[in-house]
Nanobody
């Protein structure tokens, strides 16, 4: 059974930081490209950041570039999203996504709320 379990979300003040984690099980993690998506209330889900299977390449949405960093530890089957300089507009449910060929999996999401 495939599971992607996100953690690390919560309430943070503007300008603060959070680190999200997504722990995978039931897949050969090192084969999968991993991404973080987010969905704000009333909006479509959007790609935030992505990383290749070996971690050699990353890409980011323009709105988070320079503030967020995606990384992975294939020995721990975990992908991370370090979020700095958070803004109220970063408020959303953040989802982990795994992709390898036709195999695609989503996590259940973790809420991030940026508010004073």
């Amino acid at each position: 059974q495939v599971q992607l379990v996100e953690s690390g979300g919560g309430l943070v003040q503007p300008g603060g930081s959070l680190r999200l984690s997504c722990a995978a099980s039931g897949i050969t993690f090192s084969k999968y490209a991993m991404s973080w998506y987010r969905q704000a209330l009333g909006k479509e889900r959007e790609l935030v950041a992505a990383i290749t299977s070996a971690g050699g390449s990353t890409n980011y949405a323009g709105s988070v570039k320079g503030r967020f960093t995606i990384s992975r530890d294939n020995a721990k089957d975990t992908v991370y999203l370090q979020m700095n300089s958070l803004k109220p507009e970063d408020t959303a449910v953040y989802y982990c996504y795994a992709k390898y060929g036709l195999s695609r999996h989503w996590g259940q999401g973790t809420q991030v709320t940026v508010s004073s």
